[in-house]
């Protein structure tokens, strides 16, 4: 079954950056939305950033406004995430997968098939 793959996570310092690479199995435009998640350890998964196919809207939620930026490159079927400004408190691991948006909040509904995610540590 094919997968969403995640890539680009690392160590970095606080204030430091990381590009995340997420390589959809379909064209992005197959999806209403494609989206960021991210999981700590014992949690569900937290809607980090979406963007629609149709419109190119896009959504944050509100820790990471004006530090993260989603984009995606329908060539290369692939949905890229920036995260500048990087604290701590993003340490988790990141995921994507096709989502919905609920009241301005992007919501990966029944989705299951989860990657690998790739591992975002923040720390000095």
């Known amino acids: 079954q094919l997968q969403f793959v995640e890539s680009g996570g690392g160590l970095v310092q606080p204030g430091g950056t990381l590009l995340l690479s997420c390589v959809v199995p379909?064209?992005?435009?197959?999806?209403?939305?494609i989206g960021w998640f991210r999981q700590v350890s014992g949690k569900d998964h937290e809607g980090v950033s979406c963007?629609?196919?149709?419109?190119?809207?896009?959504y944050y939620t509100n820790s990471v406004k004006e530090r993260f930026t989603i984009s995606w490159d329908n060539a290369k079927n692939t949905v890229y995430l920036q995260m500048n400004s990087l604290r701590p408190e993003d340490t988790a691991v990141y995921y994507c997968?096709?989502?919905?948006?609920?009241?301005?909040?992007?919501?990966?509904?029944?989705?299951?098939?989860w990657g690998q995610g790739t591992l975002v540590n923040v720390s000095s």
């Open positions: 379909d064209s992005p435009s197959d999806y209403y939305a």
């Open positions: 997968a096709p989502s919905g948006v609920v009241s301005g909040t992007c919501d990966p509904g029944d989705f299951e098939d």
């Open positions: 963007i629609t196919s149709k419109d190119g809207r896009s």
